[in-house]
Structure formats: structure tokens, C-alpha cells
């Protein structure tokens, strides 16, 4: 069965009569690998798999970098219009299914495991923490890259300049819409000043005690006292 190793990828041929297996789903392996018992097999396709899927995930947000950067071209503003246009109907969703923080938090956990993320969850008294080293859409994508950013400083760059533009989608999505239409956030985010450093969502417990610098910085008002 043909599954390669990067190192080995450019060193060995397909042997003939192995090309038709190449269409063989790996998830499919791993099943039959696992009903047969050979576990370490199993493991080893599994591992293949994740690796095959991350791949394919880091192609399309790489894609989304630069149709973004294109986009930017003719007017900053027109990356919010996207970005309001994608997610205003969706976080409205959002909000009739999983009103609750531990459900957002529940919910946006599974998000960060399907990017491959490497993340952190802690309860403090009044907010849950999520550290995100590096978050597997932007994080990652900001450290094997350089990426375009804003020129301005605007509401939905989080009130400032030089941000991604596609980790702008962050603000847009999970503070200024969610806000918009209920009058808090879904989360805080607080993106890293440097790739090299994790990113940070608060999950405030209670709306009140959202602190009023995280309402200003998006060019909005608390008004949940």
C-alpha cells in the first residue's frame, strides 16, 4: 500500500501494480486495519490521515490569505463587506442554537481541534481562557508566511493597523456582529502582537463583566451593565 513519508515522497517510484490502490480513502485503512487488529497499522494510517487533512486545510487558508490580500486592493473596506457578508446570517445562527458560554466554548473548542490547533483551556473565576500556540487557521498561517495586513487601524482590526486581514475574520465574526445583535461578544479575542506568540480568547461568564476597553476597541458601547 502506497502512503509516503514526506522524506520519502521524491525518492521512491509507484510500483505498478499499486496505482489503483492510491484511490483508497486512508480513513478507509485505518478502519480495516483496526477490524483486523493490526493496531500499530492502524495507528500509522491514522496519523498519515491527520497529516493528509492538514495539508489540504493549510492549502485553503493560504488560498484565503491571498484572495483576501487581492481583494484589499481596491479598498480596505471591501474585506469587511466580505467578511459581513459571510458571517452576519451565520452568527445569527450561531446565537439561536448555542446562546450559552459554555456552549460556545464546548463549540469552538471541536472548531480549533478540526484546524488542528494546539490550545489550552483554563477556568478562572469569572472567564474561561483559551490560548491558542498557534491557533491552525491564522496562527499557523501567520508563522509560515508573510501575510498582507491592514494599512489603518479600523473597528474590525480590533482598532488597529498591521492585522491579517484574514484574522480580521475573528473580529467581524466573534465580537462585532455577535454584539450588533445581541449587545456582547461570542469571545475576545486577543491576537498576538508577534507569530511566534499564542493568541488569546476570553470567555466571559457573565456579559457585565466584559470590561468596557474590549466594546471601544471595536468602535462599539457597552450597554450590558
Known amino acids: 500500500m502506497i502512503r509516503l513519508e514526506k522524506s520519502e515522497a521524491l525518492q521512491r517510484k509507484i510500483r505498478q501494480d499499486d496505482v489503483a490502490e492510491l484511490a483508497i480513502p486512508t480513513s478507509t485503512l485505518v478502519c480495516e486495519a483496526m477490524q483486523a487488529g493490526r493496531v500499530d497499522e492502524a495507528l500509522n494510517f491514522l496519523q498519515y490521515s491527520c497529516a493528509e487533512n492538514q495539508a489540504m486545510h493549510d492549502i485553503m487558508v493560504v488560498f484565503v490569505d491571498d484572495v483576501l490580500a487581492h481583494l484589499a486592493r481596491f479598498g480596505e473596506g471591501e474585506v469587511l463587506k466580505l467578511m459581513r457578508q459571510r458571517y452576519y446570517d451565520r452568527v445569527k ?20 481541534r478540526s484546524h488542528f490547533s494546539n490550545f489550552t483551556v483554563v477556568e478562572e473565576p469569572d472567564r474561561y481562557i483559551m490560548s491558542l500556540n498557534p491557533c491552525g487557521s491564522g496562527g499557523r498561517l501567520r508563522r509560515s508566511r508573510h501575510v498582507a495586513t491592514t494599512k489603518e487601524a479600523y473597528p474590525w482590526s480590533w482598532g488597529k493597523s498591521g492585522v491579517s486581514y484574514y484574522c480580521t475574520h475573528c473580529c467581524v465574526f466573534f465580537e462585532i456582529i455577535p454584539t450588533e445583535l445581541r449587545g456582547y461578544p461570542l469571545a475576545i479575542n486577543l491576537i498576538a502582537e ?14 457585565e463583566l466584559i470590561p468596557e476597553e474590549y466594546f471601544t476597541r471595536i468602535g462599539m458601547t457597552k450597554t450590558i451593565k
Open 93 to 112: 445562527s450561531w446565537l439561536s442554537v448555542t446562546p450559552g458560554v459554555e456552549e460556545t466554548l464546548q463549540v469552538l473548542a471541536e472548531y480549533f
Open 194 to 207: 508577534r507569530p511566534e506568540e499564542p493568541c488569546v480568547q476570553l470567555y466571559y461568564k457573565k456579559p
